[in-house]
């Protein structure tokens, strides 16, 4: 389906493979991913950002990292039109998410009913590999979208597919 939304609009704009829009911006009711019509269904994405430059505390500390990270993050939320599709989908992944995180944690603890050490070191192994799998894939499937950048006015978001930007107008700095 082609969606053409009003070349004037001052509310959202592309700009390459980002969807830049204000704050207050109610976005049209298409699906941000496929571009079909949402027909009501609206996905709430709470968006956080932080200057890059604010990983560096990562290699002096996590700690430090984490609490300057929070102190400094932007915030902005965001309802972006979603099909079922992909609600289904997502609720698909993070259920692959939990299963696979709640797998490796039963793994940690299994070396409890057997005797063999090898076997056992070999279950903790898997289990830890579960529990990051399940937390990686929970984080890159189930994401709808994200911010790459958040100022006071604008939002910058990574996730919408290539025929919604298109109709969007470019965004002029």
């Given at each position: 389906m082609d969606f053409q939304v009003d070349s004037d609009s001052e509310e959202f704009w592309r700009s390459g493979h980002l969807l830049v829009m204000r704050k207050d911006a109610q976005l049209p009711d298409r699906c941000i991913k496929t571009n079909r019509p949402a027909n009501g269904k609206r996905f709430r994405a709470n968006l956080y950002w932080h200057h890059p430059a604010i990983y560096l505390l990562i290699l002096i500390n996590l700690l430090v990292y984490a609490v300057v990270a929070i102190a400094v993050r932007r915030k902005a939320i965001v309802y972006?039109?979603?099909?079922?599709?992909?609600?289904?989908?997502?609720?698909r992944s993070i259920a692959?998410?939990?299963?696979?995180?709640?797998?490796?944690?039963?793994?940690?603890?299994?070396?409890?009913?057997?005797?063999?050490?090898?076997?056992?070191?070999?279950?903790?192994?898997?289990?830890?590999i579960l529990i990051l799998g399940g937390l990686i894939w929970g984080m890159v499937k189930a994401t709808i979208v994200t911010a790459t950048r958040i100022n006071d006015d604008y939002i910058w978001i990574r996730g919408a597919c290539?025929?919604?930007?298109?109709?969007?107008?470019l965004w002029q700095e």
């Open positions: 972006v039109g979603v099909t079922e599709e992909i609600l289904q989908k997502r609720r692959i998410a939990w299963s696979t995180g709640i797998i490796g944690l039963l793994l940690l603890f299994s070396p409890l009913f057997f005797q063999s050490e090898t076997f056992s070191n070999q279950l903790i192994l898997l289990g830890f290539k025929e919604y930007l298109a109709s969007l107008p």
